[in-house]
């Protein structure tokens, strides 16, 4: 099969355009990925230290590591980990979301290599990366395994792939669509397609079909009576969040 010469979604990319504006409004449209970032967090977090036997007590301990935020929005997740001393490049193909997060960052003192651009053009530019975060990103594009062919060729050899999604059952429609969007209101109504989301199992099938190895996956749970979310090794039927490395 011939790959695509982009994994964009134009439809997908129109609904986050025209949320942009909102990205750091904490009680904004993306008040769910702000309750949900220290959780996201606290993985990323422990898998590159991991990973890369660095001490998250130090000073900038992600200092010489290169990441890549790739489908970054706002910079909600480019922003701590250039505090933490990675050089980052924050990607997105929604053009709007960009001026919105090169704002904030000089606004926080950070520098942050923002650009408007795809997975695929990163790789096909020759760019390499120590890490690439993948998060929230893989259920909203056109093709899932031409897009994850796409952040292996980003990866340095020993790079890290992070990769967040949705898994698709009846529980995470009940939850992700017809609570976040229909009930609670945190979204839209339509920001999510359950037939786009892809189970645990399909992730790592077609993770291990571009030659990335997978290492970890958990649960990203939510709990609704102290409204904050956490880590799961057995809860994986919503929310979840992957690890695999690029052997070669």
Same mark, same amino acid.
């Given at each position: 099969?011939?790959?695509?010469?982009?994994?964009?979604?134009?439809?997908?990319?129109?609904?986050?355009?025209?949320?942009?504006?909102?990205?750091?409004?904490?009680?904004?449209?993306?008040?769910?990925?702000?309750?949900?970032? #220290?959780?996201?967090?606290?993985?990323?977090?422990?898998?590159?230290?991991?990973?890369?036997?660095?001490?998250?007590?130090?000073?900038? #301990?992600?200092?010489?590591?290169?990441?890549?935020?790739?489908?970054?929005?706002?910079?909600?997740?480019?922003? #701590?980990?250039?505090?933490?001393?990675?050089?980052?490049?924050?990607?997105?193909?929604? &053009?709007?979301?960009?001026?919105?997060?090169?704002?904030?960052?000089?606004?926080?003192?950070?520098?942050?290599?923002?650009?408007?651009?795809?997975?695929?053009?990163?790789?096909?530019?020759?760019?390499?990366?120590?890490?690439?975060?993948?998060?929230?990103?893989?259920?909203?594009? &056109?093709?899932?395994?031409?897009?994850?062919?796409?952040?292996?060729?980003?990866?340095?050899?020993?790079?890290?792939?992070?990769?967040?999604?949705?898994?698709?059952?009846?529980?995470?429609?009940?939850?992700?669509?017809?609570?976040?969007?229909?009930?609670?209101?945190?979204?839209?109504?339509?920001?999510?397609?359950?037939?786009?989301?892809?189970? #645990?199992?399909?992730?790592?099938?077609?993770?291990?079909?571009?030659?990335?190895?997978?290492?970890?996956?958990?649960?990203?749970?939510?709990?609704?009576?102290?409204?904050?979310?956490?880590?799961?090794?057995?809860?994986?039927?919503?929310?979840?969040?992957?690890?695999?490395?690029?052997?070669?």
């Amino acid at each position: 099969m011939q790959t695509p010469q982009t994994t964009v979604d134009e439809g997908e990319i129109a609904k986050f355009e025209a949320m942009a504006a909102e990205w750091w409004d904490l009680n904004g449209k993306f008040k769910p990925l702000h309750m949900l970032n #220290p959780c996201r967090l606290d993985y990323i977090t422990s898998q590159i230290a991991g990973e890369f036997d660095r001490d998250l007590k130090a000073p900038s #301990p992600f200092k010489g590591l290169r990441i890549l935020d790739i489908g970054c929005g706002g910079g909600l997740l480019s922003e #701590p980990m250039a505090r933490l001393g990675a050089d980052v490049v924050g990607a997105d193909a929604a &053009a709007g979301n960009i001026p919105v997060a090169r704002v904030h960052a000089v606004q926080s003192g950070l520098e942050i290599d923002y650009r408007h651009t795809s997975a695929e053009d990163l790789a096909a530019a020759g760019e390499t990366f120590d890490v690439v975060l993948n998060m929230e990103v893989i259920e909203h594009v &056109a093709s899932p395994i031409d897009y994850l062919r796409a952040c292996h060729d980003l990866l340095r050899p020993g790079g890290l792939h992070i990769c967040s999604t949705l898994n698709r059952n009846p529980k995470s429609f009940m939850m992700a669509i017809v609570g976040a969007e229909h009930i609670m209101r945190w979204l839209p109504r339509g920001t999510h397609e359950w037939q786009k989301f892809i189970t #645990p199992d399909e992730l790592f099938e077609m993770m291990r079909d571009v030659g990335l190895d997978p290492v970890d996956r958990k649960g990203m749970v939510f709990n609704p009576v102290s409204w904050t979310w956490k880590l799961s090794d057995r809860d994986l039927s919503v929310n979840y969040v992957t690890a695999s490395l690029r052997r070669a």
